[in-house]
């Protein structure tokens, strides 16, 4: 059983459409991270939400941590081609865990 | 431009083989994990360490893997011996939170 569970799992949108991808637990985090790997790379950090109910905007993407510390969303607004990776939520508690993961294509 | 390094940067050897992957993790970093994805269970904490200490590596198989920190520049993962259900690609992520990671380009493992 994954503590975070990530929906969609696949997604695959034509560029200039907006998406959003959830990362969800039963499970109450100090701090909720997203990361975005590319193939062949590592997973990259994008963004730290701390407080519930924080909203952080990254350029085109969107942050925000549920109220409840226990969620987390990430929306994209007109994705780019470059957008395209395996999007990782993790969350920080008493220890550290990341999500099943949402692989994105974006197609030209 | 720091970053977290890891070598070798590919290997593929034969089932019962010692494997040894190494990681330097970024210059006053005092934070450093161990991982391991595949495509079927994905991003896997195997262990971590601060201040050259493990702290948890619950994650690890303890009869084949190993890890350690013989100083603060050089973390290791020692697989032996190996099999083939270990093939995964291995990331090195160091930082000065738990919450902060900065991951190195990882070890892809092939074991035949």
């Known amino acids: 059983t994954q503590l975070l569970e990530q929906s969609p799992q696949f997604l695959s949108i034509q560029e200039g459409e907006n998406l959003t991808v959830y990362c969800n637990s039963s499970s109450v985090f100090s701090s909720l991270q997203w990361y975005r790997q590319e193939p062949g790379e590592g997973p990259v950090l994008l963004v730290t939400?701390?407080?519930?109910?924080e909203v952080k905007k990254l350029k085109r993407l969107t942050f925000q941590f549920g109220d409840a510390r226990k969620d987390s969303s990430l929306h994209i607004t007109a994705a780019q081609t470059g957008d395209t990776g395996l999007y990782l939520c993790a969350g920080a508690g008493n220890q550290f865990y990341f999500g099943t993961g949402t692989s994105l294509t974006v197609i030209p | 431009d720091a970053r977290v390094t890891q070598t070798p940067r590919h290997k593929v050897t034969e089932m019962g083989q010692e494997v040894t992957m190494r990681c330097q993790p970024i210059l006053g970093h005092n934070t450093v994990f161990w991982y391991r994805q595949t495509m079927m269970q994905g991003l896997e904490l195997l262990a971590y360490f601060r201040n050259r200490a493990p702290l948890d590596d619950s994650g690890m198989p303890k009869d084949r893997f190993s890890a350690e920190m013989p100083d603060a520049t050089l973390a290791t993962l020692k697989i032996q011996p190996s099999e083939p259900r270990d093939s995964a690609v291995y990331f090195c992520a160091s930082g000065q939170r738990t919450d902060t990671q900065y991951f190195g380009p990882g070890t892809r493992l092939t074991v035949l």
């Open positions: 939400v701390v407080t519930g109910g």
